[in-house]
Nanobody
Framework: QVQLVESGGGSVQAGGSLRLSCTAS????????VGWFRQYPGKEREGVAT????????SYTDAVKGRFTITRDNAKRTVYLQMNSLRPEDAAMYYC?????????????????WGQGTQVTVSA
């Protein structure tokens, strides 16, 4: 059974930090694109950060560059999103997504698998 399980969401004050984790199971975990999307109420999901397993190729949306860092631990089949200097506008539902055997180069891609989401709340 394919699963992406997220954790690490929560509430934080502006300027604070959170680390999201996404652990995959039931899928090929080589040459895989894994990323994070976020969704505001009433809006479509938008790509935040992606990482391609081969070569650690990463990409970020402009709004988070310099504040968010995506990393991976292939042995644990886990991808992390370290979010620093959080702003109220970062508050959203964050989803992990994956596409095995797909070389992603930007944050604009169509995932094959999705996690259930984890809520991030940032208070001013």
């Amino acid at each position: 059974q394919v699963q992406l399980v997220e954790s690490g969401g929560g509430s934080v004050q502006a300027g604070g930090s959170l680390r999201l984790s996404c652990t995959a199971s039931g899928m090929t975990y080589s040459s895989i694109c894994v990323g994070w999307f976020r969704q505001y109420p009433g809006k479509e999901r938008e790509g935040v950060a992606t990482i391609y397993s081969d070569g650690d190729v990463t990409s970020y949306t402009d709004a988070v560059k310099g504040r968010f860092t995506i990393t991976r631990d292939n042995a644990k089949r886990t991808v992390y999103l370290q979010m620093n200097s959080l702003r109220p506008e970062d508050a959203a539902m964050y989803y992990c997504a994956a596409y095995p055997l797909f070389r992603c180069r930007t944050t604009a891609w169509d995932p094959k698998y999705w996690g259930q989401g984890t809520q991030v709340t940032v208070s001013a």
